[in-house]
Nanobody
Framework: QVQLVESGGGLVQAGGSLRLSCRAS????????MGWFRQAPGKERELVAA????????YYAESVKGRFTISRDNAKTMVYLQMSSLKAEDTAVYYC?????????????????WGQGTQVTVSS
């Protein structure tokens, strides 16, 4: 089992940057696929980015390609989401998630553990 705690959300102007962090506790962090999801009001939770156990495979949603970067540090049991060139439509609650099945893309059903979420608000 793994517990996840996100941090780094906040209010930022359009065009700005934020870095989200997710700290994992529990054993075998390196055995988990990690993902960042987001959910805007009235919308479904969507996968934004995912990274494989070793970091060798990465997925980005089309809407964030070229602007967001996911990374992980297995020694520190951390996963990050660097967000740049933020847009108003990036406003959402962002969730860190852990799962054990890697597919390119994937969905929330493949993730077993979730953080509490962190709010990102981009003002236009």
């Amino acid at each position: 089992q793994v517990q996840l705690v996100e941090s780094g959300g906040g209010l930022v102007q359009a065009g700005g940057s934020l870095r989200l962090s997710c700290r994992a506790s529990g054993r075998a962090f390196s055995s988990y696929v990690m993902g960042w999801f987001r959910q805007a009001p009235g919308k479904e939770r969507e996968l934004v980015a995912a990274i494989s156990r070793s970091g060798g495979m990465i997925y980005y949603a089309e809407s964030v390609k070229g602007r967001f970067t996911i990374s992980r540090d297995n020694a520190k049991t951390m996963v990050y989401l660097q967000m740049s060139s933020l847009k108003a439509e990036d406003t959402a609650v962002y969730y860190c998630a852990a799962g054990q099945i890697w597919t390119y893309g994937g969905n929330r059903n493949q993730y077993n553990y979730w953080g509490q979420g962190t709010q990102v608000t981009v003002s236009s």
